[in-house]
């Protein structure tokens, strides 16, 4: 099996963070009516897009497993947080346009594969995180 690469986020300067995974880099960023720069996407933008993104993958290896054309496949969603506690998305809506040539009765295998990429799945059977916080001694920083 193969070892998964690491996620490295440094800070960047304001709101921005700086994501960088296998030698790709993304920027997080807040609003500007939310103090940011918007220079990126928020990491909750990136979760989402991250959900519909995985989605997507899986339906286009479907599609073409099938031997149908993927042109004009798209996905769009809109998510809703709430202020309870804790905060959190509490609903995400995608909608998904299929390619055109697509059978109809490719439709509903089609949406039991999208409904059970890594992404979703994860959400379903949350995994555990661990957090660590390493304090660099004062003498380090100085020499």
Known sequence: MNTPPTVDVIYDGGDRLRISVRGHHVITDQPVDSGGDNRGATPTELFVGSLVACMGFYAQRFLRRNRVETDGLALSATFETTTEHPHRVSAIHVG???????????????????????VHNTLRHEPTVTLTLDQPEIGKLAG
């Open 96 to 118: 998904v346009v299929l390619p055109p040539e697509t059978p109809a009765r490719l439709v509903d295998p089609l949406r039991r594969v999208m409904d059970t990429c890594t």
